[in-house]
């Protein structure tokens, strides 16, 4: 992902290599969590890296090298609508027949 300014950190609570960087240029600090797929993670865990006061990226590793990254957060947060022309047919279709019953 080409990130900037990247370093690595310890962290011997959670036996892992947490990972720093920059997404771009000028963009804040952000604490990355490399995990393999099949590694457990509790909300400890998650609470502890968290609790070191950057926002979170965690990454998940498949045995084929894929990355899926989530954004993890200290609280909840609203989604961002999707994008796209989608259409929601299926709710119009039951709505239809509920009416027609």
Do not use: N
Request: aromatic share 2%; with cysteine; proline share 9%.
């Amino acid at each position: 992902r080409q990130w900037k300014e990247v370093s690595c950190v310890k962290s011997p609570e959670l036996q892992v290599v947490l990972l720093e960087g920059k997404e771009k240029e000028g963009a804040p600090v952000q604490t990355i969590l490399p995990l393999p797929v099949h590694r457990l993670l509790s909300h400890k865990s998650i609470r502890h890296v968290l609790d070191r006061g950057l926002p979170m990226l965690l990454c998940a590793v498949a045995s084929d090298s894929t990355l899926v990254y989530q954004r993890m957060t200290d609280s909840l947060v609203t989604p961002d609508p999707p994008v796209g022309p989608f259409q929601d047919v299926g709710r119009r279709q039951h709505r239809k027949r509920r009416q027609q019953h």
